[in-house]
């Protein structure tokens, strides 16, 4: 550790966990997996879940049944057809042969034991990729653009940035105890895909002239995120070369690590420290003390925001070669079909995998002469390029099948509900459905064009799950959280009334309006008043 803990002094004014992280790091832990493999589930002591967060595992729903949900840390989405494999066999072997693609573009397993660990961590160790860090009050897996380094609409190539960052952070005791999560991205899309505004810290694609050249880097931003208490993230008054990203992202996560606050939990991330010294206090004490004078802002090449999504046949900067988009329904696969994914991107290509944050997967660098062939393999007929319209933009969190915090199950509802609407609506545009099963939003509600958040209602029949609703989210230029709409809908319900929300849109749009601006133009008490009537024509 080469910090001094100044936060040590006030232990009376900690929180327990705060306390404890102060004699027993949260990668102490990586050493007692080898025993606990041996001796069994019972053997881990109560306080040492919390600690295994830090291996990127959580006691899986219910937690007496000693099953973990993993993590596999994919940085920015790079994977390899060889690391596919291994993690296909890592789920068939251990975890039932169910893969998830998570929202910061890491792989998840379920039905892990403790007696599967060494194993497991030996297999990704052998095709470098680790599930360490991606949990616990550290930095978590970098997210970006999935497409970098292929990318037409891109200003540089982020992946030996996202490299230097990995490597930086991971299992760097500097930062392993920080006040709470912390979540980094880096983009050079001109789309954002990066999510920046909901992020600790991010940077997005800039220019400024600097000696009379024009010179390419980043803008950067901090404080963001989700949550029951969510916070766009600031844009700091600064330009960033990309010599000099590794040294702001570190000062900015020291910073956190030193000023944070570590009280209360719910009150721990970065957004609530930016929240209070806003955004030009923020920057005065990162530059006094962690990394010096940085230049003034240059230009935004911020654009707009494509929300990750990626899916369909198009052309890569590189000249003969395309990318192809799949539609993952929900962000879930299965270990079959990861091995035939894996198999395709050799034949056709050079093996190469990318993983969304829309939860999709890339298949990168095909000849276009290639294309056509690969579009017939069958494991296309359901993880298709080219997926109805709104299949295509529902993104989930993984609800109450197997994460203890969620309320309602969720992946099997928004299915229900994005396979209703596509049988009964055509739709020129783009609609984005997010659904969580808890406040955590782990499934991104608050972006959502339409969100859902889980909840339970009391009927005669007795507690039944339901869903608040949420319109009108965006991130990128005039990025807003979406609104909630009063009242609550019971699951059985939700299709049918989401069906009538969004025929009121379709029927009521101008021609190619977006959902974010024709809620704007309407207005919430609108959509209220469809929810209302929607509802009722259901009793």
Same mark, same amino acid.
């Given at each position: 550790?080469?910090?001094?803990?100044?936060?040590?002094?006030?232990?009376?004014?900690?929180?327990?966990?705060?306390?404890?992280?102060?004699?027993?790091?949260?990668?102490?832990?990586?050493?007692?997996?080898?025993?606990?493999?041996?001796?069994?589930?019972?053997?881990?002591? =109560?306080?040492?879940?919390?600690?295994?967060?830090?291996?990127?595992?959580?006691?899986?729903?219910?937690?007496?049944?000693?099953?973990?949900?993993?993590?596999?840390?994919?940085?920015?989405?790079?994977?390899?057809?060889?690391?596919?494999?291994?993690?296909?066999?890592?789920?068939?072997? #251990?975890?039932?042969?169910?893969?998830?693609?998570?929202?910061?573009?890491?792989?998840?397993?379920?039905?892990?034991?403790?007696?599967?660990?060494?194993?497991?961590?030996?297999?990704?160790?052998?095709?470098?990729?680790?599930?360490?860090?991606?949990?616990?009050?550290?930095?978590?897996?970098?997210?970006?653009?999935?497409?970098?380094?292929?990318?037409?609409? *891109?200003?540089?190539?982020?992946?030996?940035?996202?490299?230097?960052?990995?490597?930086?952070?991971?299992?760097?005791?500097?930062?392993?105890?920080?006040?709470?999560?912390?979540?980094?991205?880096?983009?050079?899309?001109?789309?954002?895909?990066?999510?920046?505004? /909901?992020?600790?810290?991010?940077?997005?694609?800039?220019?400024?002239?600097?000696?009379?050249?024009?010179?390419?880097?980043?803008?950067?931003?901090?404080?963001?995120?989700?949550?029951?208490?969510?916070?766009?993230?600031?844009?700091?008054?600064?330009?960033?070369?990309? =010599?000099?990203?590794?040294?702001?992202?570190?000062?900015?996560?020291?910073?956190?690590?030193?000023?944070?606050?570590?009280?209360?939990?719910?009150?721990?991330?970065?957004?609530?420290?930016?929240?209070?010294?806003?955004?030009?206090?923020?920057? =005065?004490?990162?530059?006094?003390? #962690?990394?010096?004078?940085?230049?003034?802002?240059?230009?935004?090449?911020? /654009?707009?925001?494509?929300?990750?999504?990626?899916?369909?046949?198009?052309?890569?900067?590189?000249?003969?070669?395309?990318?192809?988009?799949?539609?993952?329904?929900?962000?879930?696969?299965?270990?079959?079909?990861?091995?035939?994914?894996?198999?395709?991107?050799?034949?056709?290509?050079?093996?190469?995998?990318?993983?969304?944050?829309?939860?999709?997967?890339?298949?990168?660098?095909?000849?276009? =002469?290639?294309? *056509?062939?690969?579009?017939?393999?069958?494991?296309?007929?359901?993880?298709?390029?080219?997926?109805?319209?709104?299949?295509?933009?529902?993104?989930?969190?993984?609800?109450?099948?197997?994460?203890?915090?969620?309320?309602?199950?969720?992946?099997?509802?928004?299915?229900?509900?994005?396979?209703?609407?596509? *049988?009964?609506?055509?739709?020129?545009?783009?609609?984005?459905?997010?659904?969580?099963?808890?406040?955590?939003?782990?499934?991104?509600?608050?972006?959502?064009?339409?969100?859902?958040?889980?909840?339970?209602?009391?009927?005669?029949?007795?507690?039944?799950?339901?869903?608040?609703? #949420?319109?009108?989210?965006?991130?990128?230029?005039?990025?807003?959280?979406?609104?909630?709409?009063?009242?609550?809908?019971?699951?059985?319900?939700?299709?049918?009334?989401?069906?009538?929300?969004?025929?009121?849109?379709?029927?009521?749009?101008?021609?190619?309006?977006?959902?974010?601006?024709?809620?704007?133009?309407?207005?919430?008490?609108?959509?209220?008043?469809?929810?209302?009537?929607?509802?009722?024509?259901?009793?």
């Amino acid at each position: 550790m080469g910090y001094v803990a100044r936060w040590a002094d006030n232990k009376d004014k900690l929180s327990k966990f705060e306390i404890a992280k102060l004699s027993r790091d949260g990668l102490d832990v990586l050493a007692d997996i080898e025993k606990y493999a041996k001796e069994g589930f019972a053997s881990i002591p =109560e306080s040492e879940f919390d600690l295994l967060k830090w291996a990127g595992v959580y006691l899986q729903k219910p937690k007496s049944d000693g099953f973990f949900l993993m993590r596999v840390r994919i940085p920015s989405g790079n994977l390899t057809s060889e690391q596919a494999r291994v993690l296909a066999g890592i789920s068939k072997d #251990y975890g039932r042969e169910l893969v998830d693609i998570s929202t910061r573009q890491a792989i998840q397993f379920h039905w892990l034991q403790i007696e599967d660990f060494p194993d497991i961590f030996a297999r990704l160790d052998r095709v470098g990729l680790s599930s360490f860090e991606s949990c616990g009050d550290c930095p978590r897996t970098i997210i970006g653009n999935p497409l970098a380094g292929i990318d037409p609409n *891109e200003l540089l190539d982020t992946r030996p940035l996202v490299a230097q960052l990995s490597e930086t952070f991971l299992l760097n005791r500097d930062f392993s105890n920080l006040p709470r999560k912390f979540k980094i991205s880096i983009s050079s899309n001109i789309n954002n895909p990066g999510h920046a505004e /909901i992020n600790d810290i991010a940077f997005t694609p800039a220019v400024k002239i600097i000696d009379g050249k024009e010179v390419v880097g980043f803008h950067v931003w901090v404080g963001g995120g989700l949550s029951a208490k969510p916070f766009l993230a600031q844009q700091l008054d600064a330009f960033v070369t990309p =010599e000099n990203v590794v040294k702001v992202a570190v000062g900015v996560t020291s910073l956190f690590r030193d000023y944070g606050y570590r009280e209360k939990r719910h009150q721990a991330r970065l957004k609530f420290l930016v929240n209070d010294w806003g955004a030009e206090k923020f920057k =005065e004490k990162l530059v006094e003390e #962690y990394v010096g004078e940085l230049p003034s802002r240059g230009e935004d090449k911020t /654009i707009g925001w494509n929300a990750g999504n990626f899916t369909g046949v198009h052309g890569q900067k590189q000249e003969g070669l395309s990318y192809v988009g799949l539609s993952l329904p929900v962000g879930r696969f299965s270990a079959d079909e990861l091995l035939e994914l894996a198999r395709v991107s050799e034949e056709y290509g050079d093996g190469s995998l990318r993983t969304c944050n829309s939860q999709n997967i890339i298949i990168a660098n095909i000849p276009n =002469e290639k294309v *056509e062939n690969l579009l017939e393999e069958k494991v296309f007929q359901r993880l298709t390029p080219f997926p109805k319209k709104f299949t295509a933009f529902a993104v989930s969190c993984t609800g109450n099948e197997f994460c203890n915090l969620a309320i309602v199950e969720t992946k099997a509802r928004l299915n229900e509900v994005v396979n209703y609407l596509d *049988e009964q609506l055509q739709l020129d545009v783009p609609l984005r459905l997010n659904m969580v099963g808890c406040p955590n939003s782990c499934g991104h509600r608050q972006i959502a064009d339409i969100g859902f958040q889980g909840s339970l209602l009391k009927t005669p029949e007795g507690m039944k799950d339901a869903f608040e609703i #949420y319109i009108g989210g965006t991130l990128g230029p005039g990025a807003s959280f979406n609104k909630k709409l009063k009242g609550k809908v019971l699951g059985e319900d939700l299709k049918y009334v989401v069906h009538e929300l969004v025929q009121f849109f379709n029927e009521s749009k101008k021609e190619g309006e977006k959902f974010f601006d024709f809620a704007q133009r309407v207005g919430l008490e609108t959509f209220q008043e469809e929810l209302i009537k929607a509802q009722a024509a259901r009793q």
